[in-house]
């Protein structure tokens, strides 16, 4: 008989789980809360605009081997526009370009180049970027960088204001969605030498070509449907029924109770700690109580509908800005997208988080007004803020000291997602990594 194993949260990492084990002949049960699967990383129809939009958009980059993996099984892996070397605008709010090219040569020396030719830096300033890449070629496994922020890391290697607020902060919100005074060194590091130095396509910007539920979620759903799989949308699971320190079942606020041999929580951190018993949190703290030490960071998207395309860049990064990224979703999209698209990101965004949607409007119209002198002609037809108020959890010094491991104190019980031990921040390759080493861990037990 298949071994039943249920798992809890429809998002990457459950999706990721789920996959890997309906099709390793297991039977396996989703069971999601919300009518809808994708977790943080969703699409859906504004009935105003009648447009169809990301909760927020997303970046992968090419060194998401898992990620490709996952979608290649599911049949999703050309819903991607992949760049063919990292290109990255950078605009001042003059409206300035400067760009950050790294030619086809092989890594780390694509990124040299790149950072050589970068003019939003002095020469000098470029040459002492050079320094960190040295550090990260040459101190791999650094922990002793666990309690140290960014900025910290920074300035031991002698890196000055004006990198700092015009690349390295950037780059930490965009990876960290924290800023670099708050953000892990080591972390931090792992992606850069993850992302910049173990090839070159590694480092290539790979963006969803279609609305996320469609770029992945549909495909996902399918394919698990297919292997037999069962999916329980619109399913809260109130409570994890735990004797013996065993699963005995999931209770769903309904009252039905689902039984499996095994379960995976799939879900954030605080969800997780809404449906462990409270005896299970009290015996077993060292291990559940990280649900109670994790902090979130917010992420704000402000989706823009002008009446006519005003830029003809693809994305681009913001310097001295709120702002950070603007994405030209008419470029990007490879249907249905309506021309003059944009979506604005502000990642770490604590200052903001508490603003009216129409103050974040006015600020961001203002940016873009600003670095396109010819918006103001443009007519908004539409617009959308999504406060994302726990986006991914914030990676601060000394976080990788709470992240726990897939195994847990209860013997039939696993964690899953983006907050688990991946030694990488809250990702979706981090999502996808943890789904499929929690399906590994699950296929070692006795069948
Ligand atoms: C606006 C935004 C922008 C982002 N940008 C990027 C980016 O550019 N690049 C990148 O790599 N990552 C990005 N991320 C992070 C990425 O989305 C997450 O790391 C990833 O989606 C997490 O997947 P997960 O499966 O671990 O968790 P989730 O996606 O949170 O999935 C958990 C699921 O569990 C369900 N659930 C929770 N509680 C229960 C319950 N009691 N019963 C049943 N179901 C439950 C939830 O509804 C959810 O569907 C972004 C996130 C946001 C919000």
Redesign the pocket.
Known sequence: MKKKVII????????TAAAELCSSGYQVTI????GF?????YSFIDKHGNIELD??????MGC?ENTFRFLKTIGALDNLYIQESLSVDFLDKNGDVYSLDCPDIPAPLHIASGILGFSALSLPDRFRMLKVSKDLLLNKTDRTLEDSSITEWLNRLGQGKESRDNFWGILSYAVM?EGPDSASAYLFKNVLRKAFFSSRKGSRIVLPALPLSRMYVDSAEDYINKHGGIIKKT????GLIIKNDNVSGIRLRDGEIIKGDFYIS???YF?LK??IPEDIMISHYEYFGVTEKLKPSP?I?IHMLFDRTITDCIFFALINSPVQWVFNKGLIYRDKAPAGLLSL?ISGAHNYISWSSKDILDMSMKEIEGIFPGADSARLLYSKV?K?RA??FSPQPGVERFRPSRETPIRNLFL????TDTGIP??????VI??YKTAELIKKEPF
């Open positions: 809890i949260g429809g998002g990457f990492a459950g999706l069971v999601e809360q919300r699967l994708g977790g943080r990383a909760n927020g958009q997303h970046i992968l998401y969605n399913a809260l699971v109130s799939a879900v954030p969800a809404r449906i992420i998207s990101v999504i994302e986006a991914t899953a997602g983006d907050w809250a990702t979706i390759e981090g999502a943890s789904g």
